[in-house]
């Protein structure tokens, strides 16, 4: 009876939906891990550069380059992808060529975001109406509290001190 039980659960369980695109059992969407590589850079971002900076300043201003080539030191590759549930999967690429320690050029796709292009793509809330705020108005600004201004400390003597009784005593 037990053999028979066993056969009969088994053959149940290929009868069962199985995972089909987002959703498990055509029921259940499980959470997927965010996955987020390299450097987002933006037109805002890229604008900065200029031909003729210095390696160093490039990346002050883009980031470390996620591949950089033994074999190929006059190329910085800055790639960048993001797959976030809910939107859609993006892959950029930007390249930076040297001559020598001087940036020569730097090739960016024309599909490069805006700042704010960038934050409505992976945004999964404006589907709701919901975007993000990015900056503060010049009357929110205003409206800050100002730091508390923090009062010098009393200068303190240094070291230990002491009081000695005079050495000698007066009759």
Known sequence: ??????????TGCS?????????????????RLEVV??????????????????RAQVRDLLGSPLLTDIFH????????TIRR???EPQKRQVVAWFEGERLKSLEVPDDLPTENEFVAAINTRSKRGELPKLELSEAERK?????????????EAMGVQRNYPPLESKP
């Open 15 to 31: 009868y069962l939906p199985s995972v089909s695109g987002d959703k498990v059992l055509g029921i259940v969407t499980p959470y």
């Open 73 to 80: 030191q006059d190329r910085w590759d800055y790639v960048f």
């Open 37 to 54: 590589q390299g450097n987002v850079l933006t037109k805002e971002l890229v604008a900065r550069v200029k031909p003729g900076m210095p």
């Open 85 to 87: 549930q809910g939107a």
């Open 1 to 10: 009876m037990s053999l028979l039980a066993l056969a009969g659960a088994t």
């Open 143 to 155: 409206a800050l509290p100002l730091p508390p201004k923090r009062e010098a400390p009393a200068a």
